[in-house]
């Protein structure tokens, strides 16, 4: 795909200079990121801030420390400017927007019929570490993302990580692998994905714990698979099973696994598409852009900032 740059440096607060993108097509996600490291002007982030409802400046003042402040700003700017940009019709102003949770507290859009818009079936996920910030975006059906450093470091020892909060198969996969480092990158692929899939359930963590359920692949290829090596980079398909019920596997969801900007995992969990025409085994198509909202817009799909490593099949 080709890249497309659009910089946009006299910002207005009244104009909000968002360019609109058009909803993502069945079985499409989009992934919008930003890095807080470039996000640098003072005044940007003012422009950030009048976004937000008086409650959400009010949740962001109270966080203790200048860094922990910017990224909470960040996530909720990239938010109401991601779901801004696809009102192509009706351009909507993003510090208009309104957002619920459900009744597992996943927040969610909650349209306003007095400002004369049609609801639309979009749903949307937030991930973010200290260094990246990531929005995804569907249509009609549910998504979950997780991004995580490669470099995560972890308090314990893998394995005893693994034992604590994984299933049976995948400590026998953690532990077939011989070298830490490999080790060390599989365990953290595995945990992305395990928390996109929770994120997409509106689970949550402590509303799902991740020894309940498996996370397996298939092999890309006939033969032989070998544990000891990287199980997930070599998978055309990545699947969900109950760990209570082995035999049980859960078809309603699809997964992605990439590798972005060579410095973050990132996972995407989103529901099959179940309208009327809609194919079950549509395989997942994923377009992704860098931004500073306001300021740049790249679309990086194609580029070596996203690298397809698993559930991925390629177009």
Same mark, same amino acid.
């Given at each position: ?31 919008? !990121?930003?890095? &807080?490291? #470039? /996000? $640098?002007?003072?005044?940007?982030? *003012? ?42 019709n009706n351009q909507v ?71 604590? !909060?994984?299933? &049976?198969? #995948? /400590? $026998?996969?953690?532990?077939?692998? *011989? ?63 109950s760990s209570d019920d ?70």
């Amino acid at each position: 795909m080709m890249n497309i740059r659009c910089f946009q440096n006299n910002f207005s607060a009244a104009s909000f200079p968002l360019v609109p993108v058009q909803l993502p097509s069945r079985m499409e996600t989009h992934l919008w !990121y930003v890095l &807080p490291n #470039e /996000v $640098k002007s003072m005044s940007l982030l *003012s422009q950030y801030s009048e976004l937000l409802s008086p409650c959400e400046k009010e949740d962001i003042n109270c966080i203790r420390g200048d860094d922990l402040r910017k990224r909470a700003l960040l996530a909720r700017a990239l938010v109401r400017t991601t779901i801004a940009r696809y009102q192509i019709n009706n351009q909507v102003n993003p510090s208009s927007l309104k957002f619920r949770k459900n009744a597992h507290g996943k927040p969610e859009v909650e349209w306003q019929d007095d400002d004369n818009l049609c609801p639309v079936p979009l749903h949307f996920n937030l991930s973010h570490t200290s260094s990246m910030i990531a929005c995804g975006v569907t249509m009609n059906v549910a998504i979950g993302i997780d991004i995580e450093e490669k470099q995560r470091q972890l308090k314990n020892n893998v394995l005893a990580f693994s034992r604590r !909060y994984f299933s &049976p198969y #995948e /400590v $026998k996969i953690l532990t077939a692998i *011989s070298d830490p480092e490999i080790q060390h990158q599989e365990f953290i692929k595995l945990w992305t994905l395990k928390e996109a899939y929770v994120k997409a359930l509106g689970r949550g963590f402590s509303g799902l714990p991740f020894k309940t359920f498996t996370i397996r692949s298939k092999p890309a290829t006939t033969g032989s698979f070998n544990l000891s090596e990287d199980f997930v980079s070599k998978a055309s398909e990545i699947i969900v099973e109950s760990s209570d019920d082995p035999e049980n596997l859960t078809n309603e969801w699809q997964f992605a696994l990439l590798e972005l900007a060579g410095s973050h995992y990132a996972a995407i969990c989103m529901e099959k598409d179940k309208t009327v025409g809609g194919e079950a085994n549509t395989p997942m198509k994923l377009t992704v852009w860098k931004t500073i909202p306001f300021i740049e817009d790249e679309c990086v799909s194609g580029t070596d900032a996203v690298v397809a490593i698993g559930g991925l099949i390629k177009q």
